[in-house]
């Protein structure tokens, strides 16, 4: 797989290590830069940049796609309290809230409100920066596009499982945001994917023309 990818990378010009290492300029977000309202931080999250420090290797990417999950949302997990499962929902904005599913993936959101209130952002996709060919051996796939196209890919390419769930992503612990120097493009808003509740709700935001970015066809068609 290793060697499959490596030649994907150079000939489709998808070896990001030289052309964007002045964009990998990290810098700590501080959770005073982050708004206190789940649909506001939401929109405020693409393209800022996810990073996983394992040992003596750097797994990151840039947030291309996220959905926001409000206070009072039914589709939120918060909707019917705190519950030993979600209590780091109620965490103060800027922790990581992770959760399993589907019995096969992880899912990784950021509080999004004050300490005490239930919200948070699913993180859904993202452009891969640093560590490709591991993130690209986590996720299972030998496609750029895909290595964290997918909130379960996401997980798995950043080696994130219920271990972090609760950390503080304004820290200086090993899982963190961060801003960078590159630009982000237009940011769109759609329907959420795959909830049955309050489904008609335009809080899905995403960077238009991003080929990272996830959903169903229908949803990717402007790309």
């Not at 490596?6 to 052309?19: T, V």
């Not at 993180?123 to 750029?144: K, V």
């Not at 992503?169 to 963190?176: E, M, S, V």
Request: aromatic residues 6%.
């Amino acid at each position: 797989m290793r060697h499959t990818f490596s030649i994907g990378l150079r000939n489709s010009n998808l070896n990001l290590s030289e052309r964007r290492r002045s964009d990998c300029l990290l810098r700590r977000l501080r959770r005073a830069e982050l708004p206190v309202d789940t649909v506001e931080l939401a929109r405020y999250l693409i393209g800022k940049v996810l990073v996983h420090d394992i040992d003596s290797v750097r797994l990151s990417g840039r947030i291309v796609e996220t959905e926001a999950y409000p206070v009072g949302d039914a589709a939120g997990h918060a909707f019917h309290g705190k519950t030993p499962r979600n209590r780091s929902l109620f965490l103060e904005r800027g922790h990581a809230y992770v959760y399993f599913t589907y019995g096969s993936s992880f899912l990784l959101n950021v509080t999004s409100e004050a300490s005490g209130v239930g919200g948070g952002v699913l993180l859904r996709a993202l452009e891969p920066l640093e560590g490709i060919e591991l993130m690209a051996g986590s996720s299972g796939t030998t496609r750029l596009a895909d290595v964290g196209r997918g909130p379960g890919r996401l997980t798995k390419a950043l080696q994130v499982d219920l271990r972090q769930d609760g950390l503080d992503l304004c820290a200086g612990g090993p899982l963190w945001l961060a801003a960078t120097e590159q630009r982000t493009g237009t940011i769109n808003k759609s329907v959420r994917i795959g909830i049955t509740r309050n489904v008609r709700r335009r809080l899905r935001f995403y960077e238009r023309g991003n080929t990272h970015v996830s959903g169903p066809k229908k949803l990717r068609r402007e790309l």
